[in-house]
């Protein structure tokens, strides 16, 4: 099986490829096959690559935003059109099932093209009357933005970057995790396809020193990273020291808290989505789920029912709900935190081991009467385990759901309204869920606070984070100076 992109690169309009970077092998989870090669970006490769975005970027602003908003909702359409194609893609780059891809991927990523699209043409200032003087204001782009992705969602992370920025007139340099260096490509080709002039959106392949190069260059404005938090921390600090401005979509350790009231179908429904979803990697999961004493044995034994019903094998197969992680490293990680809950005395209720079969493949794994100091209740694991935790009060729940470094989601099940609202406005976390998990469309902000993050995607939050206000005073009559 091969699957080599048309170039390593996207600059300019065009596929560019430049064989002296070091070589980035792409790697199918599922069987562990080299399926294709691409070549890090060279200091050469990250040059051209700035240069078109800094001449694309003065094209694209200088065309009204509805002519903009019309080539996005066109891309748009044109990802829903090749949504099958494009979700093949997403599996082969991710290990992701199909089932899961052909649902969320491509999807979400013409979601953000089209509701950022439309919101392109709307993007206006404001007049402030002083007197007979007056103020106003104009939103104007940033200039070239630069985005660094995770390899979880390769496809939405490029979009969810892209679309935002390209509705405020910017440009985009994307640089896609090395571990999934394929979708964004295709990103970049459907958008030049659907009419955006050339070096508007640019694509260069490489790791963390091409990451960091592009983030130290002066030519760029913004960063916008997703990623993990140490990594977060390093590019917001380097961004800062050239005053740039950035979103941080960083990692997370999530509290999903399960009242004695609540339905335990739903709330089952919610823990599995918030958990075992794209085999457990996703950054908003809520990987640490308090049972109220009085549900848990109810709980414990519908999850393990419910989990015989997952489907692993082959991602490709329609029929999969459950794939491989996304490389040997990250099962490599996620195996050491299985061994580490057990030697810690948690309860392994399922799950814990890899599975005997060729690919990355890990058992969905759930521990109970996990406690607060244990590592895999305090560290971030990225991969299909579920902890546990037992509690009997509200304001004893509240208060350790709080006590961690992270703060990107959190969710409440319970059959009380007032309730849910009142504690989850006491929960320090960005992205939040009642009665639900891990829901996120285009229209809702997402990300973290904390050390999960700064600023927020998606909704009309993420327009302040791509553009600046430039404010105009208008004097009427004369200048009165003291001399
Ligand atoms: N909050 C969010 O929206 C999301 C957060 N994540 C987080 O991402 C992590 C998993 O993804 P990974 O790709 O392993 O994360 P990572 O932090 O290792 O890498 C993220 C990206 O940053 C680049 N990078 C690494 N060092 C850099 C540097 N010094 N300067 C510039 N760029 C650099 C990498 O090449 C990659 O493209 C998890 O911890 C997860 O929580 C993942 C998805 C979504």
Redesign the pocket.
Known sequence: MQLQPTASHFIGGEYVEDKTGTPIEIVYPATGEVIGTVYAATTDIIERALESAKAGQKIWAAMSGRERGRIMTRAAAMIMERNHDLSVLETYDTGKPYQETIAVDATSGADALEYFGGLAATLTGEHIPLGEDWVYTVREPLGVCVG??????PTQ?ACWKGAPALACGNAMVF?????TPMCALKVAEILHEAGLPAGVYNVVQ???????A??NDPRVDKVS????????K??YS?AASHMKHVTM????KSPLIIFDDADVENAVGGAILGNFYSSG????NGTRVFVQKGIKEAFLARLSERLEGAVIGDPLDEATSFGPMVSER?MEIVLGYMAKGSEEGARLVCGGNRLDREGFYLEPTVFADVTDGMTIARE?I?GPVMSVLDFETEEEVIERANATEFG?SAGVFTSDLSRGHRVIGKLEAGSCFINSYNDAPVEAP???VKN??VGR?NSKEAINHYSQVKSVYVRMGDVEAPF
């Open positions: 660094i992705g995770a390899w979880n969602y992370i640089k896609p995790s090395e571990t490489g790791m963390g020193e091409v990451g960091a592009l983030v990273l997703t990623g993990s938090v140490p990594t977060g390093k590019v380097a979509e960083l990692g997370g990697q996703v950054c908003s990250q971030e990225f990107l997402f990300g973290g999960s993050g995607e």
